[in-house]
C-alpha cells in the first residue's frame, strides 16, 4: 500500500501506538483477542507493507526517517499542485536532505520508489543523469 501526497511525520507515533495496543497490557482488554493470529508486531507489518509519498519533505522529517522507515520513504515534490515545492524544488531538497548519507539519500529521493513500483532503473539513468537531482548538492 502507497500512501501518497501525505507527510511523514504521524508514522513514528502511530507504530508506537499501535504496538503498544498489540502489548497484552489492561489498555488493550477492551480490544479482544486480534494479536493470537499476527506473527508480527504492527509496526513490522507497516515497514513491510505500507510505503509513503513524502510530498516535499521538511528537515524534521528527514531527520527522523529512521524512525519513519527509511525503506517506506519515497520523496516527491507533489508537481503541478501549488502546494508542493515548485518553483523552489531544489532549495526544498537542499534545505531538507543537506548531509545526508549518500545511500540513505538515493533510497528516499529514487531507489525506493523504483523498487516498490518495479521500474527499470537502467532504462532511467539516462534521464536521472540529464535532469537531477545532483547529490553533491546535498554534502553539508
Not at 59 to 74: S, W
Not at 93 to 117: I, T
Request: charged share 25%; glycine share 8%; net charge neutral.
Amino acid at each position: 500500500m502507497a500512501v501518497t501526497e501525505s507527510t511523514t511525520i504521524w508514522v513514528p507515533e502511530m507504530l508506537a501506538l499501535l504496538d503498544f495496543r498489540y502489548e497484552d497490557t489492561p489498555y488493550s482488554a477492551k480490544l479482544g483477542d486480534y494479536t493470537s493470529h499476527l506473527s508480527m508486531k504492527p509496526s513490522d507489518y507497516f515497514r513491510r507493507n505500507v510505503c509513503l509519498g513524502a510530498s516535499c519533505m521538511p528537515r524534521r522529517e528527514v531527520e527522523r526517517r529512521h524512525e519513519i522507515g527509511l525503506g517506506n520513504i519515497m520523496w516527491g515534490s507533489d508537481y503541478p499542485h501549488p502546494e508542493g515545492s515548485w518553483p523552489e524544488t531544489a532549495k526544498q531538497m537542499r534545505d531538507s536532505f543537506h548531509g545526508v548519507p549518500e545511500h540513505e539519500l538515493g533510497a528516499m529521493l529514487g531507489a525506493n520508489a523504483a523498487r516498490v513500483y518495479g521500474f527499470d532503473v537502467g532504462k532511467l539513468a539516462p534521464l536521472v543523469a540529464r535532469i537531477g537531482p545532483v547529490k553533491s548538492a546535498f554534502r553539508a
